[in-house]
């Protein structure tokens, strides 16, 4: 038996109201580009709305004009899609609350993650969008990935609750150790400011 080894997350698509409902939300709102549409191949009285969250990745609507917006939560029974998050930039993310306020958009208030920050709204479909900005940069030929799984084995070995910054700083020192080589003798912290 062999995995069927994923490299990514080529698309999401969720079920929409009407074309403009989503045209309005995906690239009105949340900024992405509406790169090109097709009827469902699977269902001829449906179109199929792309678009671009910046990534190279796509999201899609099936969208349908007979159907119109209903804004109650979508459901989070089990099997069902809790949330969708998007990375904003650490700008972006500073004015999401003034941004929401000014649409009234009913959101979250900023959410302190210990490795990033999140805001939380729903769609005018009721799915509960996430933003969210790292605190991070991982270090050159790491991922954001790499720099949580670090910090998450320097969280478990300290025995502390969740990753916080502290975490973050050592995972990528460590990360930064393992894969950059030094002529130096040692790599410790040293005090070049100590007195003679």
Not at 9 to 36: C, K, Q, Y
Not at 69 to 75: A, N
Not at 157 to 162: I, P
Request: hydrophobic share 35%; charged share 30%.
């Amino acid at each position: 038996m062999r995995k069927l080894q994923a490299q990514g997350v080529h698309h999401i698509t969720l079920v929409g109201a009407d074309r403009n409902t989503s045209i309005d939300f995906w690239e009105g709102i949340l900024g992405m580009p509406f790169i090109f549409e097709q009827p469902n191949l699977d269902k001829a009285s449906e179109s199929h709305l792309y678009f671009d969250p910046g990534d190279g990745r796509l999201i899609t609507i099936f969208t349908d004009e007979n159907r119109k917006p209903d804004p109650k939560r979508t459901p989070t029974d089990v099997g069902c899609v809790h949330h969708i998050a998007f990375s904003v930039s650490r700008v972006t993310f500073l004015q999401a609350v003034e941004r929401l306020d000014e649409r009234a958009i009913k959101h979250s208030g900023v959410k302190d993650r210990g490795f990033m920050d999140s805001i939380y709204f729903e769609d005018p479909l009721g799915l509960l969008i996430e933003l969210a900005s790292y605190r991070f940069e991982p270090p050159a030929g790491h991922t954001h990935a790499d720099v949580l799984m670090e910090a998450h084995k320097v969280r478990v070995a300290r025995g502390d609750y969740n990753i916080a910054e502290i975490h973050l700083a050592d995972a990528i020192e460590a990360l930064t150790e393992r894969s950059r080589s030094t002529l130096s003798a040692g790599r410790e912290p040293k005090d070049p400011y100590r007195k003679s």
